[in-house]
């Protein structure tokens, strides 16, 4: 891959922003300096990336991924080849999906069995959380193989879906213990899906079928206890850090919120639906339209404010992280089972090729900075799990993951527009935003430019991860 020059633009990184030109040897940063610096080859000399009047942003790091999710008898309709092609147009150089186990399985198996599903197709890098379903003394004592010996550093457990990946308070607790004993990071689905079961039961017993009733009966409230509930657990497991994921709703930001202000180990990530979409103007549309948006955490409802708390929770830093929970179903054999009621429709939207592009939009409108954008997207999530400083960030010694964001440009969202991702439809369709993603580097190669995806499956390398950075 050789040399290559990225002349001209504004580097960002969440300490600043600066002209400078990044070179590239081969598939690691060696410098990031003035224009002009001696150390830079001579104009023609290597190959170059234009970026004049662009920003120069690390590659983008999605931490919540769900590529080829099985789920009953359906399966997400992205597969590791897919969705990291359309991840690499979003500007997107390294997602971390999901191994799971649930109640029987071993740990082990399923991690392998999900190498076998990446291996060989993914365009950028990535990296595997462990989801724990079925938290019993086999389970947990596979977890501290999972750091020392697989390059996995955070474990996933679910409050929510009794049955399947739900696990109680005890088991909650004694998986945190041995997490935070080996060092991991324990992420939290955290919604009472005992409660909400109920819930469920009750509408779909009215006749409530439609898929606004997906969101009326996960209530803000039940999120919020469950949030308060995991903090309070994480601290008895021996104040063990704690990962939030898809914070939906302000009353749940709230409990996060105290708990980072008492100086807990306490992080939370929030996805671009939840900033931009709505159960009223989203979920609330008819038929199958409306059940495009099912997704757990739900869309909220715009009167409550929920968004515009959101944006202040990722300036203030109560929100860390910006994931997209990227899990697309088609409407034909998917979201068209609103038939059957909206206890029937597979639970997921798609998203991973829009994060940048869409939080970007905070930055125009006046809600982040551009170095927050940065933060939140890129440099955070790779800190927060374990892959700083060879991800996230433009220094001297990182892997060359690096996109070109052009400002002055714009970005028609959707199938009418870009659209990337294995869906019959996009959440985003008809969309406009300020800025398109212009080139994308990974590890010292140009996979997208202005004439296309250049990254082919394979060429991803699976991440094998360190410890996580906390107490930020
Ligand atoms: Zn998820």
């Known amino acids: 891959m050789g040399r290559i020059v990225v002349r001209g633009g504004t580097v960002i990184s969440p300490s600043g922003r600066w002209r400078a030109d990044v070179l590239i040897d081969d598939e690691r940063i060696v410098a990031v300096t003035a224009p002009d610096a001696a150390v830079l080859p001579a104009a023609g000399e290597v190959a170059e990336v234009d970026a004049t009047g662009c920003y120069v942003i690390p590659g983008g790091v999605d931490v919540h991924t769900h590529m080829q999710l099985p789920m009953g008898d359906l399966t997400s309709s992205d597969t590791f080849a897919s969705g990291t092609a359309a991840a690499a147009w979003g500007g997107v150089t390294t997602i971390v999906d999901f191994a799971s186990q649930q109640v029987g399985e071993r740990v082990l198996d399923g991690l392998e069995a999900r190498h076998a599903e990446a291996e060989g197709q993914c365009v950028i890098d990535y990296a595997f959380h462990q989801t724990i379903g079925g938290v019993d003394d086999d389970s947990l004592a596979a977890i501290p193989t999972l750091i020392e010996r697989e390059g996995i550093s955070s474990i996933k457990l679910f409050m929510a879906y009794p049955g399947t990946y739900y696990s109680d308070d005890g088991q909650i607790l004694r998986a945190m213990q041995v997490a935070g004993e080996a060092g991991m990071l324990t992420m939290m689905h955290a919604e009472n899906g005992i409660a909400i079961d109920v819930l469920r039961a009750q509408a779909m017993a009215a006749g409530d079928t439609d898929a606004i009733h997906h969101g009326l009966t996960r209530p803000p409230e039940l999120e919020a206890e469950a949030t308060h509930r995991a903090v309070q657990l994480a601290k008895v497991a ?75 929770g990722l300036r203030r830093d109560d929100l860390a992280v910006v994931a997209t929970d990227h899990c697309p179903f088609c409407l034909v054999d998917g979201k068209d089972r609103i038939s059957e009621g909206f206890t029937a429709v597979p639970n997921g939207i798609g998203g991973v090729e829009h994060r940048m592009e869409l939080i970007y939009q905070g930055v125009v409108t006046g809600e982040i900075t551009l170095e927050r954008w940065v933060e939140t997207c890129c440099t955070t999530p790779a800190r927060v799990f374990g892959m700083h400083p060879r991800k996230g960030e433009i220094v001297p010694g990182a892997d060359a993951d690096i996109v070109v964001f052009d400002p002055r440009r714009t970005t028609t969202l959707g199938r009418a527009g870009k659209h990337h991702m294995a869906m019959d439809h996009s959440p985003w369709e008809g969309i406009t935003v300020d800025g398109a993603i212009d080139t994308v580097i990974s590890r010292g190669e140009v996979i997208v430019d202005a004439n296309g995806l250049h990254g082919r499956p394979g060429r991803g390398r699976f991440l094998r991860r360190d410890r996580p950075a906390v107490l930020r």
């Open 238 to 312: 021996g104040n063990v850090p704690l990962y939030i994921v898809h914070l939906s709703a302000s009353q749940a930001l709230e409990e996060v919120a105290r708990a980072r202000h008492a100086g807990r180990n306490v992080l939370a990530e929030t996805c671009p639906q939840y900033l931009y979409l709505s159960l009223e103007d989203h979920l609330a549309r008819p038929g199958v339209e409306g059940a495009a948006y099912i997704c757990s955490t739900p869309l909220r409802s715009r009167h409550d404010h929920h968004q515009k708390d959101l944006w202040a």
